[in-house]
């Protein structure tokens, strides 16, 4: 009898080992599904986290260009502000210099006014007294007219004498080289028994 007690026995130990085979064997294969899943879970991580560091490098150097596109624009900007001075700077004196000028116009144009006033007054004397002079113009003019005759018989008179006068400055100046023509034939003619 103590054989098949120690056989159910084994038998109990073989179902009890078994099932805890079996247990572990589910536990492993629960464990391996879960590790999978991790696994699964991890490596998706890793992928995102690599499509994201692709991404945060592409912004990253689209940032640095934009960086050194700002930096140019800046330096761009900056020349156009030095610039943009320089032209406000210049057009400050010419503002000053033009202010000046046209204080000194204001005070001409007044000064210029007055005068005109001053002018228009004189002028208005003026006109009478020409109104009281016509009256002795009209008598001068008869007397113009007679003197104008007599300067244009003068005129004639001049026009003839200063006509002779050319004439006689002529005649003279051909003289004048006829006899220095005379004179040097006479030099070369007294030159030449002299010298032999």
Known sequence: MNAPVASHRR??????????????????????VVQWVDQTHLTRQVEAERKEKVTLQTQLQEKDQANRRYSDEITRLEGLRKDLDEVVRTNKSELSRLKAELKRADFDLSRSTNQIVMFKDSLDKANAAILQQNESVK?????????????AELATKFNKLAEDYNKVVTD?????????????????????PEKK
């Open 172 to 192: 003279y100046n051909a003289l004048v080289e006829q006899v220095k023509k005379e004179h040097e034939a006479l030099q070369k003619a007294a030159e030449k």
């Open 11 to 32: 038998h109990e130990h073989a179902t009890i080992g078994v099932s805890i085979l079996i247990v572990l064997a589910a536990l492993l294969c629960i464990m391996a």
């Open 139 to 151: 008598q001068q003019n008869a007397a113009i007219k007679q003197i104008a005759e007599q300067r």
